[in-house]
Each structure stands twice: as C-alpha cells, then as structure tokens.
C-alpha cells in the first residue's frame, strides 16, 4: 500500500493524474513523477495544438444538478468553492507569479448559468430528482435554481428578475427549442469552466508542491508496463519510455483515460474508451453583435433532450463563446467506439481513441450525429444557419460499466500497480478535489466513494452501461456512415421566420 515515502509513477496529466499528483504532494508523498506524451508544458492544454485528451478542452460544464446521487451532488457543492477561490487566487496574483498560459484576467470557472431541459410539460425525472434533492440538502443552491415550463412560469421570471434583469434573456434562450414546448431549470450557480486554463493552472500547483513532470514524446510516452514475476507473485515496478529509457517505482497510477485499457489489458472489461461529438461555429471577428449575443454574459451552457421516453433522438448541449470567437456544441447520446488490436496482449481487441492526432487519424463524425445537431442549432439558433459548422472533434469519454469512476488497485499486482480513471464524461468538474479521494482509495481509508469507484468488471447478461456490446455493437465507427467537412454547412433554407406561437 501507497505512503508518503513512495516512489510513485502517474500515466496520464489529465483531470485525474493532475488532481491526484496535487493532493498526494500537498499531503506529503515527497516522490511522485507524472509522465505525460503532452507537451503540456509547451502547448498549455489547448484543444487545437495537437492536444486530444478528454481535458484539453476549451470549456465543461460545471453542474451542482446530479438526480439522486447525493455523493457527487455534495462534491460538486464543495469543489465549487474552491473553484471561486482559484479564481480569486488568480485575479489576485501579481502577472510574474502566474504560470505561462494564464493571466490575471483568466477566470477558471465562470458562473454564466447550466440550463437543462427536455421536450414535453414535465420535468424531466432526472431534473425533478436534482431539484428535490439540492431542495433538501442546500436550500440556498435550490433557491439559484428557475423552472422553467411549456406556459411560462410567471413568479419564477420574476424571482430571477429580482436576482438580476441580465437573467432573463438567458431564462428565454430556451423559447425556440421545440416551439416552446419544454421543461427545465436554469441554475444561476452552475456554469463553465475553462477547461485547457485550469490544467495549466493545476499543474502549476503540483509543480509548486513538489511534483515532477516528464512530458512530451518520446520521454513522457509509455510504451509498457515494467512487470517482475518471481513464480508466485506478479508486480509492476516501473515503466518503460519511447526513449528507452525505463523508471522505476514502488506504485503506477495509471490515469491514462480513455488510453487507460490499452496499458493495463485486465481494464478492457472495466472501462470502454467511447467518443463524443463535438461540433463547432467560429464566428468571425467582424460579428460582434453574434459574439455578444453568445458571450456568457448573454449566454448560458445548457443541456437538451428531445423527445420523449425512450425515443429521446438528441441528447447534447451547447456553451458560451471562447475568447477565439468559438462555439461549442456536443452530442452524447450515442457513443462510439474505435475497436484495434491491445497494443501490447495478443489477440486482444478494444476500443482506443482516434483523434486527428492519432497514428491513424480521423477527422470524420458520424453522420447521424451530426443531422441531429444540425436540426437542433438551425431551430434554436437561426442566425447561426449563415456559417455552418467550421470544425469537429470526436472527444473520448472514458465510460465505466455504471457511470462512477474506477478508482482502486487492480487486482493480482499485490498493490504496485493502481487505476485512476472512468469519468464517464462528468469529472472534470472535480479537478480541484477528486484526488483527495484518490488518495483515500490508495491508503485504504474508507470514504463515501469507497463501494463505487472499486474495481468491478462488466458481468455477462447486464447491460454495462454498453460495455458489453462489443466490436459487433451498432456503435462501432469503422461501419457508420461518416460525414465529413463537406456536410458542415447547414441546409441553405432557413426554417419559417414566424414560428407557431409560444405555448
Ligand atoms: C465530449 C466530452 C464532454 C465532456 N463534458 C464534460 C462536462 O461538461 N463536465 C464535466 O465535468 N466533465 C466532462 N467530461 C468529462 C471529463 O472531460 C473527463 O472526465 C476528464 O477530462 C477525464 O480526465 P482523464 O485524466 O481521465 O483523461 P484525459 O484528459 O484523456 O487524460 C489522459 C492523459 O493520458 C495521456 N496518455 C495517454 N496515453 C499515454 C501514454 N501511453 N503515455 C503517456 N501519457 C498518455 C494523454 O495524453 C492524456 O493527457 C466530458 C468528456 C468528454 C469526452
Ligand atoms: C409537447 O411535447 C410532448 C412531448 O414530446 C408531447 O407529448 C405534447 O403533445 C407536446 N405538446 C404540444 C402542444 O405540442
Ligand atoms: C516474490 O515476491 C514477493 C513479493 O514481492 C516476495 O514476498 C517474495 O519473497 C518473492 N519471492 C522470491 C522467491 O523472490
Ligand atoms: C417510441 O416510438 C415508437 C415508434 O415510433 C412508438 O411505437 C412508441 O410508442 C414510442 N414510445 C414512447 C415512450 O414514446
């Protein structure tokens, strides 16, 4: 088992590789290396420098909303305060004391409000659980919390009018989904948070706190698992490099995200690497009317569904504009999966990301996704029909077999070797607190989240959260239809001006 005198190696300077390096340091384990094939140090995290990670990312939503699960809903609540004490600490600092990649201006979370809602009169069950649940547990968050429905809610306008007129605009952002015809909440407290800026600012904190980082290829590059078999008993003891270089250690975390099965073959039936689409508009320099509209300021992140039951077609979500003039909108309600050869166990297929940085790149999405998305942003936002799409990123979810992360040793390695991932697409908004309780996992100190972030692996006959699907699944991508550049504009007739009248 981990202590503080420990020789331990972190894969991976994502969310979790971060977030775990800073709360061991900061709670006195005086060696710890994080070996990542970014250039972080160079390229700050940004999506678009060669960057493909889950966390290099312009933006994530930052949500309190989690239906029932109590666990997470209190440790959003928590890691929002600290969130706001980053943000101070920055807007506080003198410029030479920030790293390279961040200035006294960058805000990490920004507070410009999460909108979800779905078709039809009724909250959504989900929604309805959050509110009753926060309702119950921190009536002064419920009380930054507006529904919204088909006829109008005419005292929840005015109790955010009271809050600040500027909401209001945002309250009716929603009006041209569905002609009106859904229901939600809009949370004044939950917002954005600039995803690329806050590893940059993260990773300054555990470069102050005493952790090394060896990033970048070939060094930071993992090519194996350095494993010791003496007959009765397996360990890892270390890593090998692109380089040739290998490192020891007494304890690997690998926190590799959705690259995590691909170096320990035993995960392929723990976690899935599963893709996200995500589509963007860059408004041009020229539109300031547009890039006001869709600042957040004027703009919320929200979070749709449309239809209803079990024929919900979209599931996605739109933010506010990046300082680049950048419009994000992501689809999630069907994952894909990328399946190839396990790079080091033979006869081994799983699925590994393909990015447009990858040996074998893809700058394709697929294409019902994309109409899907098309419908969606041409009825809500018609003045966005003009540019079309401008760019797309498939992004990797690292999905689990139930939606909670995988956090504990893996089995038959007598605790050398340990896996930190499975964020399911909603950790990033825990990267200032999840590795406090990393760390409790690693020395065995029974927490909240002790039950479900065990190592567990999908069980024949259940459902697995699609893990069980397979390569044959019908989300495999090598057999979809894939749309590419050419289909991003969208359809050149607008839809009627003069939609029915809101409900
Ligand atoms: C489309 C999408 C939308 C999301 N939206 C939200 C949201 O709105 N809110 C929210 O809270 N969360 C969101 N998430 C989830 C969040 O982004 C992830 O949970 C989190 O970023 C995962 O972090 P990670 O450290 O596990 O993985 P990653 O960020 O992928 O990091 C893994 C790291 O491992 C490195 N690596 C891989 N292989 C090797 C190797 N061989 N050697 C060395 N290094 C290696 C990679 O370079 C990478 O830096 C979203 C995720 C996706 C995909
Ligand atoms: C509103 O949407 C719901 C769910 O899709 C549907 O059942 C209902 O008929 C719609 N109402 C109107 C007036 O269109
Ligand atoms: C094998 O490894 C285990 C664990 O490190 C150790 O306890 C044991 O003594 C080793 N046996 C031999 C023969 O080296
Ligand atoms: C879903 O759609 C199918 C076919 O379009 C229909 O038969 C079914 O009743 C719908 N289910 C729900 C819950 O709306």
Known sequence: MASSDSNVIIVGAGVFGLSTALWLARAGYKNITVFDRGAYDKNYYAPFNGCDGASSDINKIFRMAYGDQLNYQTLAIEVRDIWLAWNKAIKTSAAADLPNGLTVDDQLLIECGCYFFSDGQNLDPFDAESLDSIAKQAPEIREAQFIKTPKGNAAEEERLRNVSPTWIDKYHLVDKFNHGNTSGFLDINAGVTIADKSCVYARFLCVKAGVKFVLGEPQGKLE???????????????????????????????????????????????????????????????????????????????????GAGDNKSYSGGGYPISKEGRLKFSFRNRKFTSFQDHPTEPNLRISIPRTKYTDNPIDTVPRSALSLMKEVVTEAFPELIEFGFTDSRLCWYTDSIDNDYVIDYVPGYSDSLFICTGGCGHAFKFLPILGRHVRNQLERKPDQFTTLWKWRTAEEGKKNNGLSEGEKGPREISRLDMAGSRDFPFNKQPPPTTLPPRL
Do not use: C
Not at 229 to 240: F, P
Not at 254 to 270: L, Q, Y
Not at 275 to 301: E, K, N, S, W
């Open 224 to 306: 194996s698992l350095i494993y010791e078999n003496n007959g009765t008993q397996k360990r890892v003891i270390g890593i090998k490099t692109y380089d040739g270089k290998r490192h020891f250690s007494d304890l690997v975390i690998v926190a590799a995200g959705g690259w995590t099965a691909s170096i320990i073959p035993e995960a392929h039936n723990a976690v899935e690497a599963t893709a996200g689409t995500v589509m963007f508009v860059d408004i041009p320099q020229d539109r300031q009317d547009l890039r006001r509209r869709f600042h957040a300021d004027h703009y919320p992140v929200w979070s749709y569904q449309r």
